[in-house]
C-alpha cells in the first residue's frame, strides 16, 4: 500500500508486560514520528527520527518507552511494565522532508490496552 | 509554552451549511506553521490544510478555509457546503521550523446532520 501501516491495530496487555509497535512509513520518506493519543484527547509527540536517526525522544513519558529506526525505515516503539496508563492510541507518522512542519501522513494508529 | 487551545468540544452543522472551527495559540515565535487535521472515525489523521504565519494570505483548500489572525493568534477553520463526509474529529497543531513537536488541541468533534 501507499500509505503508512501500523502494527498491530489492537493490542491488549497485562500490566507488567513489554510489547512492541510497528510503523511502516512511506517508502523514502526521511521522517518519522510517534504520537500518543489519550481517548478524547489530540496526539501528544513522543519522539522524532530523521532516518535512522532519532534527533528528539524529549516526549517518552519515562524510561520504559523505547523507540528505533534502525535502516531508517520501519520503526518499532517498545513499551517496557506496561502500566494502566500507557493505555492510549499510538499513532505514527512520515514526512518526505525533514521537519515537523511538512505535511505529516499517519497510520491508523495500535490501540494498547492494559488491563 | 506553545498551546493550542479548541473550546469548542462539539459542534454540529446541517449538510449543505457553513461551520467554523475555532483554535487559538501561545507562542513566542514569529515563524511558525498552523494546520488543520481531520481525523474520521476510522482514526487515520488525514491534513486539512497548511497555514505559514509569515503569509499574510487565508489558506484555502477547496470547501476548506481558515481565518488566520496572527496578532490575535487565531486560526479558525471555516468549512462551506458542509458534507456528510466532513464528520470527522478536527484537531488544530502548531509547529515550528526549529521543533520536532507538533503540538495539537484537544479537538472538535463536527457532526453533519442530512
Known amino acids: 500500500g501507499a500509505g503508512v501501516s501500523q502494527s498491530p491495530r489492537y493490542k491488549v496487555a497485562k500490566r507488567g508486560q513489554d510489547v512492541a509497535l510497528r510503523c511502516d512509513p512511506i517508502?523514502?520518506?526521511?521522517?518519522l514520528f510517534w504520537y500518543q493519543q489519550a481517548l478524547g484527547q489530540g496526539p501528544e509527540f513522543l519522539t522524532y527520527?530523521?532516518?535512522?536517526?532519532?534527533?528528539?525522544k524529549s516526549g517518552l513519558p519515562s524510561d520504559r518507552f523505547f523507540a528505533e529506526r534502525p535502516e531508517g525505515s520501519v520503526s518499532t516503539l517498545k513499551i517496557q511494565r506496561t502500566q494502566q496508563e500507557d493505555s492510549a492510541v499510538y499513532l505514527c507518522?512520515?514526512?518526505?522532508?525533514?521537519?515537523?512542519?511538512?505535511?505529516?501522513?499517519f497510520g491508523p494508529g495500535t490501540r494498547l490496552t492494559v488491563l | 509554552a506553545q498551546t493550542v487551545t479548541q473550546s469548542q468540544p462539539e459542534m454540529s452543522v446541517q449538510e449543505a451549511e457553513t461551520v467554523t472551527l475555532s483554535c487559538t495559540y501561545d507562542?513566542?515565535?514569529?515563524?511558525?506553521?498552523l494546520f488543520w487535521y481531520k481525523q474520521p472515525p476510522s482514526r487515520q489523521m488525514i491534513l486539512v490544510i497548511r497555514?505559514?504565519?509569515?503569509?499574510?494570505q487565508n489558506a484555502t483548500e477547496n470547501r476548506f478555509s481558515v481565518n488566520f489572525q496572527k496578532a490575535a493568534k487565531s486560526f479558525s477553520l471555516k468549512i462551506s457546503d458542509s458534507q456528510l463526509g466532513d464528520t470527522a474529529m478536527y484537531f488544530c497543531?502548531?509547529?515550528?521550523?526549529?521543533?520536532?513537536?507538533?503540538?495539537f488541541g484537544a479537538g472538535t468533534r463536527l457532526t453533519v446532520k442530512p
Open positions: 507518522a512520515s514526512a518526505l522532508a525533514g521537519g515537523s512542519y511538512n505535511e505529516q501522513f
Open positions: 517508502s523514502g520518506h526521511v521522517s
Open positions: 527520527f530523521q532516518n535512522e536517526a532519532q534527533l528528539d
Open positions: 507562542t513566542s515565535e514569529n515563524n511558525y506553521y
Open positions: 497555514q505559514e504565519a509569515y503569509k499574510q
Open positions: 497543531a502548531f509547529t515550528t521550523h526549529n521543533n520536532n513537536d507538533m503540538r
